[in-house]
């Protein structure tokens, strides 16, 4: 997993209809990056990982 850049987060800001200018995807990306950097020594090992539409199908294999 690696952490997003701002030329990630632009477009997706764009996408959800809040648009941002260079500078505040560039202080987004600064901000939540400790948190990807965070995540990754565990990322792919829990069973809902970072996607919570998951939930559904770990909480059914669960139920077997």
Same mark, same amino acid.
Request: charged share 20%; no cysteine; aromatic share 6%.
């Given at each position: $997993? %690696?952490?997003?850049?701002?030329?990630? /987060?632009?477009? $997706?800001? !764009? /996408?959800?209809?809040?648009? +941002?200018?260079?500078?505040?995807?560039?202080?987004?990306?600064?901000? %939540?990056?400790?948190?990807? !950097?965070?995540?990754?020594? %565990?990322?792919?090992?829990?069973?809902?990982d970072? !996607?919570?539409?998951?939930?559904?199908? +770990?909480?059914? !294999?669960?139920?077997?």
């Amino acid at each position: $997993m %690696i952490k997003p850049a701002p030329a990630v /987060i632009k477009p $997706m800001a !764009e /996408i959800a209809g809040l648009p +941002v200018d260079d500078d505040v995807a560039a202080r987004i990306a600064n901000s %939540i990056g400790p948190a990807f !950097e965070g995540f990754a020594p %565990i990322a792919g090992t829990l069973p809902f990982d970072l !996607e919570p539409a998951s939930y559904v199908a +770990v909480q059914n !294999e669960s139920a077997r």
